[in-house]
Structure formats: C-alpha cells, structure tokens
C-alpha cells in the first residue's frame, strides 16, 4: 500500500473514475459521501467524544473522503434506530469499530489508518482483489492480529484489554484454516464450540448439551452427530465449521472467506445458510468473500477494499457500480439487476 | 464421552475407553515393577515383594526392596511418565507426530549440559542434575528464538529442531573426546540412558518437580491444549490465549524432560511412542495426556526389565531397549504417515 494519503485527497472528487490508474483506487470513495454531514454530528456527548472528536478532526485533515465512507455507514445505523451506547463512548448502531488502525505484518504494512464500523445487526460483507486487505481486516477485528496503531473497539472497551474468554462469548470467528483432529466426531467438534463457556469444573452443562444439539440443528447435520469429521465432504465440513462458532453462542460473527474451495451448489448452501442465520436472532455477521456477485446478493451492508483502504460501503445497490467494480477490480464490466433477486450483478465485459 | 454431573451445577467428562486404557496401563506398569523388584541376584516371589511394599516383609527383603531395588523402580516410572506426558504436550503443541522432545533437541539439549558437567567441571549427580536442566532451558529458549517469527509455527520448530540436534550431538561427541578415560566411559553410559544403580537422590528431584509440573499441565493447560490441536486461529477464536498456553506448556514440558534425563539420561524414544501408541488405543481425539502418561510408565519400565533380565548376566543399559523398539517405531510411523500422505 504505497498511497499515501495525499494521494487520495488529490484525486478530483467525484471526477472522471476513468482515469483513475488500475493500481490506484483512490478515487472511487468519493462517489459515495452522501453521510458525510453525519460525521460531523455524531461526535456526541459521549464521555469519548473528545478523543472521538480530535481523531476525527486529525483524519477529516488527512483524507476527508475515507472517513466520509465511515461516516456514511454509521450515519446509516443510527438513522434505523441503532442504540447509542453513549455512556460508553461507543459509535452509535455499531458495537464493533475499528478507528485509525495501522495494521501490519512484521514491517510489512497492509493498511494505515483504517477507519471501519460494522453496522449491527447486519450481514457486512468485506470484498476487494486479492492482497487488499480484507482479511488483514478481519483478522484484526478478532484481536487475531494487533494493530501497529489505532484500536478496535467492541461495545465501548478496546478488544486488547478485554478477557480472551469474556471477548470470545460476544465475538466470534470462523478462521480460514482450522484443522479437524484426526479421528473426531462432528458433535465433539461441534462441542468445542462450547469452550469459553466452560471452565476446569464445568466441562459440560445441560446447557453446554442444548446449545450444541440446537446448533447442529441450525446447520442441519445432526444426522451427522456420530460420523468423523474426515469422512464428510466439504460442504458438510465447513457446516461443522459454523456449527462450532455458533456454539459458541456470540452476537457478533465474523467469517473468513468461508465459502473458498467449495463448488457452486455448496458455496450458495453455506450462503444461505448465513443469511438465515443472520436473519435469526438478530446476529451480525461479517465475512470476507471473493466472489462480488454473491457479497451483492446477500450483504445487507458491502465493504469494498482496495490496497489497504476502504474505498466504499454501503447498500450493495448503492455500492456496486460498473466504476467501483473497474477501480477496485481494475476490471471493465456492467452491472444489471439479478433476475433472481434483483440485487446488483457484475457482468465482466465480453473480449474484444 | 461420558459425563459425571453434580447437584452444584459442577460437571467433568472423560471418556470411557481412555480411562479403560490408561488404567489398563496403569495395572500392567505396576505388576511389571514388581516382577522388577522381585527379579536380581536375590529373586522374589511377587507375593513377597508386595508383602515387603506394604510393610509385612522380613527385613532382609525390607532392606534390599526398600534401598536398592525399589529406588530404581520408582524411578523407571517416573521417567517413564513425565517423558510420556511431555511427548504428549510436544507433540499437540507442535501438530506433528514427530514432535518429540529427541527430535525437537530439548533431549539433547540437557544431555550437553550434564557432559559439560561431567566432563568439565567432573561433578556429582547434583550438579549432573542442574547442568542437564540449564542445558535443556537454554537450548530450548534458544530453538523457540529461531523458529519464532510471526508466531510459532510447528513444522519450523521441528525443522530447527533437527538441526539443533544434528548440531548438538557434534558438540557431544567432541565433549566425550576431550574427557578423561574414566569420565569418558560415565558419560557414553549416561548418554545412553541408563537406570542402572539409581537411588532416591535421584528420584526425588524428579517427583518433586512432577508434583508442580503435572498438574500445572493437567488442570492448568489441558483444556487449551485440545483447542490449539484445531489451529491457533480456531483456538484464539475460542478465547485461548495461545502463546501464554503454549509458552506454559512447552516450559512445563522442557523442564520434565529435563528432569527425566537427570535422573536417568537421555531415554530415547518414550517421549515419542507413547503418545501415539496410547492414542491408537483410545482412538480419542484431542493429546490424551494421561493414557500417554500411562504408557509412557508402563513401555520404561517394562523395557527396563527387558533391558535387566533378557540377556542373561549381560546388563544392558534401558536406553538401548527403547532405541531400538522407539527406532522400529519411528520407521513404521513414517511409512505409514508416507503412504497417507502426510509427508
């Protein structure tokens, strides 16, 4: 990520996207400011408001536009009566943030001054090409990986300081990498998920028993409670997978790219999986996914990253254009509406 | 799994089958030590030795099970327990079967630290003792250093690790070519792994730190233990706070093998069966730390036995015994894991 952010504010607000660099997607935040108005406002009364206040004045120098992008989400949330947590300095309508995060690897830095709010309650879907950072994101959002600088914050309280057990009963994640133990069954990996809700004397409640019996229901493999997880295939291992994290029984889920290596039938079954466990009990759900047609299907709210920066969210309809797709993907397309649920659809444009 | 609730809301699970074998183990180890007791110049009946053992034998036998016999004995299944349990910690710490302490060089590791001893300073078994257990700690620290970056990665501390040990026996060898003659012939015996003429000085250094290390393991870490086996993301995503836990464990673990050695040398090859050979009978999930225990006590002992009485007058030291079973081992696990293609 070698744009500084100079770089961004040069780019001509709102002007021609064409000429904008394939490498550089700089420009493409601009096109969606319409809650930059709302930023300024919400610095409220909050006991963090000044912290919030200065950060945000130190960034609105910097780069107007990223943290316009922030703003639009969290202008967002508040206006469909998300409960301020004013007492806790918390930004309204979105329990988990990220503000002003480096965040980087060794030396190697991936993003720099990262401003992000998940909206609660909803199903945010992070894309972006490859190397953009988008898991870096994720990872960071679950204390998975330290910020250089800045902090995520959940409920009011910095992710850092929080107890490892109390943080996983609220947060969740399903890695990218998990290794089933040789010769486990599906309901004592499922179990598993029980862990943060144990302890050296309570090893396995009847609650501990309900929850995982009711999450292997949720995914539909309880049928499958006595096999071992290596003789399942791929789709039904990755449905043990969310069945150990919703175990786990926390508000907020975060998924990292969890369809990857399945085939189609199986990446829209543990879509629509997600979506139906987002529409229940009101969890919230992030994941990073590759595919843009389905973050546009089932995203109730799209972050698109490019190079380390957030370059737009919001709504798929109102984010996924045919020159976002072109500034972040670097790849000329159109755009028309999913005659299946007439969410946006990325058509990449034909060989000449 | 089975559970055992209380009215309190108190609950504890096992499994069935895994206590069935560690018990199993457990039973076969102690009448193996018995027959060990019983067998020497002056063979017992085993009724006789469990006789003496619970106070009821004459005090020629009292004498010769008590001071002689019974020290080496307790010391057998102690080693053969801590090397079990740390074989156990190591190897779901780093993921990889191969994850012993003899490969990973921890075990060699405190065997420079006693030669030093032996061959440097000439000491007595208590300083044989601290040399092994600084030997292990510095290598250790010095192995984690280099295979650290970003986190701990299992299969780079197995690669560090072999190069440590290849390195480690040179640095050996040469110290048995610069010793004395006398001293020479002590440390090979040493080196080996030997329980020949073991009293309490040294099984009680070794129970003493048992009785801190196996429980800080066990209640401590047990439970972390078994989510990291899923990867340190899926753990950390649990609420297991990973480096601490595995800091904690790979401490505890470096320490028992350290111990190990200073009470009866570098015994090869336990650390590395056990483990595997208990979790083929529990056919459990998860580092099965107690069944490796069991194991571990009841393959020391048995082969100590094997090494004292098979071959007639020759007495052989026990580390041969294990050599060449945990060698026939290593080779099967490594056809086995080729053909699943694993490596």
């Not at chain 1, 309280?157 to 609220?170: G, V």
């Not at chain 1, 040789?182 to 609650?207: C, F, K, M």
């Not at chain 2, 480690?168 to 090979?188: D, F, H, K, M, W």
């Not at chain 2, 040294?202 to 066990?218: H, S």
Request: one cysteine or more.
């Amino acid at each position: 990520m070698r744009n500084g952010p100079e770089a961004g504010t040069a780019a001509t607000a709102g002007a021609d996207a064409k000429v904008v660099a394939e490498t550089s997607c700089g420009a493409a935040a601009v096109t969606r400011t319409k809650a930059a108005a709302d930023t300024e406002a919400r610095t409220d009364t909050s006991a963090g408001a000044n912290t919030e206040a200065d950060h945000r004045m130190k960034t609105d120098i910097r780069t107007a536009k990223r943290d316009s992008a922030t703003g639009a989400a969290t202008g967002k949330a508040t206006g469909t009566g998300g409960t301020a947590d004013a007492a806790t300095g918390a930004a309204a309508g979105a329990r988990l943030t990220g503000r002003d995060l480096t965040l980087a690897y060794d030396q190697r830095t991936i993003a720099e001054e990262l401003d992000v709010a998940i909206p609660d309650q909803s199903f945010t879907v992070v894309v972006g090409p490859n190397a953009c950072g988008k898991s870096t994101l994720l990872r960071a959002l679950s204390r998975m990986l330290k910020p250089a600088k800045g902090s995520v914050m959940l409920d009011g309280s910095d992710i850092a300081r929080m107890h490892a057990k109390a943080l996983a009963r609220t947060l969740g994640l399903l890695p990218q990498s998990s290794i089933a133990p040789d010769g486990i069954t599906v309901s004592d990996l499922v179990a598993r998920g029980r862990y943060p809700h144990q302890g050296l004397l309570r090893q396995w409640s009847r609650e501990d028993e309900r929850v995982v019996n009711e999450s292997m229901e949720a995914t539909a493999i309880s049928e499958l409670a006595d096999r071992f997880v290596d003789e399942l295939s791929g789709g039904q291992r990755q449905r043990v997978w969310i069945a150990m994290a919703l175990a786990q029984q926390t508000q907020l889920l975060l998924l990292d790219e969890p369809t990857t290596y399945l085939d189609i039938a199986h990446q829209i079954e543990i879509l629509d999986l997600c979506a139906r466990l987002h529409e229940e009990e009101g969890r919230t759900l992030v994941a990073v996914l590759h595919d843009l047609n389905h973050a546009a299907r089932y995203a109730t709210h799209l972050i698109a990253m490019c190079e380390g920066r957030i370059v737009a969210q919001g709504p798929p309809g109102e984010v996924v254009t045919a020159e976002l797709v072109k500034d972040v993907f670097g790849m000329p397309c159109r755009v028309i509406d999913d005659p299946e649920s007439g969410t946006p659809l990325v058509v990449p444009a034909a060989r000449r | 799994m089975s559970v055992i609730r209380t009215g309190a809301g108190l609950s504890v699970t096992y499994r069935p089958r895994a206590l069935l074998v560690g018990g199993a183990c457990l039973v076969l180890a102690l009448v193996a030590a018995v027959f060990a007791i019983g067998s020497g110049e002056y063979p017992m009946a085993p009724a006789d030795v469990v006789r003496t053992l619970v106070g009821q034998g004459d005090p020629a036998d009292a004498f010769i099970v008590q001071e002689l016999r019974l020290p080496r004995t307790v010391t057998a299944l102690l080693v053969g327990t801590a090397l079990g349990l740390c074989g156990a910690v190591f190897q779901a710490v780093v993921r990889n079967p191969l994850g012993s302490p003899d490969i990973l060089g921890f075990t060699n590791g405190a065997a420079t630290g006693a030669l030093v001893v032996i061959v440097v300073a000439g000491g007595g078994s208590a300083f044989l003792a601290g040399g092994a257990v600084l030997g292990a700690v510095v290598v250790s620290g010095l192995i984690y250093a280099l295979a650290w970056k970003r986190g701990m990665h299992g299969y780079r501390l197995v690669l560090v690790g072999v190069g440590a040990t290849a390195i480690l026996t040179g640095v050996n060898s040469y110290l048995i070519t610069r010793a004395q003659i006398t001293e020479a012939s002590r440390a090979v015996l040493w080196m080996t792994g030997s329980l020949d003429g073991r009293g309490w000085s040294n099984a009680l250094p070794l129970l003493a730190g048992m009785a801190v290390l196996v429980p800080l393991v066990l209640f401590g870490c047990a439970r972390a233990l078994r989510m990291m086996e899923m990867g340190d993301d899926a753990a950390y995503a649990l609420g297991v706070r990973v480096e601490r836990t595995r800091l904690a464990l790979l401490g505890a673990g470096v320490l028992l093998v350290a111990l190990s050695a200073a009470a009866a040398g570098p015994v090869s090859f336990v650390a590395l069966t056990a483990p595997q050979l208990a979790r083929r009978l529990t056919k459990a999930p998860g580092p099965n730390l107690v069944p490796a225990m069991c194991m571990g006590a009841v393959l020391l002992v048995t082969a100590d036995l094997v090494a004292q009485r098979a071959f007639g007058d020759h007495q052989l030291p026990v580390g041969v015994i294990t050599g060449v079973l945990g060698g026939g081992y290593l080779v099967w696990l490594l056809a086995t894991e080729r053909r699943a293609g694993r490596i």
